[in-house]
């Protein structure tokens, strides 16, 4: 069965910190697609980054960049210098062969000005 | 403005009606879903539809009922027969089906509490 793991359900920080959220994935296809959601307190979920399976290149857009690695089925997601604005619940998710996405629980972050 | 729009935004039900929820966009998109939100269980998928007048069950389908009539548009029921109906509820689109070609674009939900 597939399956997202957030093991981290809650993470604090100050202003500036870095900070990484983790995210593994369980799946028997070869090729699949990862994703990151953010969703800020308004409720509407904002399309961060996707991935497929054949791509481990880590990637960086401005303060965010996601390390992919599938020999541990991990896709995690750092935010460098964190601000004020990150604050947000973020989902990371998995899709299946016919375009479903099956999503973690969920990490809040909490940035302290 | 293209987008995604879900209708109420909050809505409260008494134990034994049943609820509507409006989804409608002008996105041209092919597939939509409807998607149920709980504090610390992430998102899960009720119904899905790929195309005009087909659907499919998600994972969590049994209390809920959806239609597509229409390619805009996606209303989901909340029936009676839901035990713990009261969540967020969110509406998404895709242009194809598959995810192939892109994300899943998102309503700005609909927050359903029973008395």
């Known amino acids: 069965a597939q399956k997202v793991t957030q093991a981290q359900t809650e993470i604090s920080v100050v202003e500036k910190e870095d900070v990484t959220l983790d995210c593994v994935y369980e799946t028997r296809d070869t090729t699949y697609y990862l994703f990151w959601y953010k969703q800020p307190p308004s409720g509407e979920l904002v399309f961060l980054i996707r991935?497929?399976?054949?791509?481990?290149q880590n990637e960086i857009s401005g303060r965010y960049s996601w390390n992919f690695q599938k020999s541990t089925s991990s896709f995690n997601f750092t935010i460098t210098a964190s601000q004020v604005v990150d604050s947000a619940v973020y989902f990371c998710?998995?899709?299946?062969?016919?375009?479903?996405?099956?999503f973690g629980q969920g990490t809040e972050l909490s940035v302290k000005p | 403005d293209g987008g995604i729009t879900q209708s109420p935004k909050y809505l409260f039900r008494k134990e034994g009606q049943n609820v509507t929820l409006s989804c409608e966009q002008n996105?041209?998109?092919?597939?939509m879903y409807w998607y149920r939100q709980d504090p610390g269980q992430g998102l899960r998928l009720i119904y899905y539809s790929q195309i005009v007048n087909d659907f499919q069950k998600g994972d969590i389908a049994e209390g809920y009922s959806v239609s597509r009539e229409k390619k805009e548009s996606f209303p989901l029921t909340v029936t009676s027969a839901q035990k713990n109906p009261t969540a967020f509820y969110l509406c998404?689109?895709?242009?194809?089906?598959?995810?192939?070609?892109?994300?899943?674009?998102f309503g700005e939900g609909s927050r359903l509490t029973v008395l």
């Open positions: 991935r497929n399976s054949f791509d481990e």
């Open positions: 998710a998995l899709s299946d062969t016919v375009g479903k996405l099956i």
């Open positions: 998404a689109t895709t242009p194809l089906p598959g995810l192939s070609t892109g994300e899943l674009f």
């Open positions: 996105l041209n998109h092919d597939a």
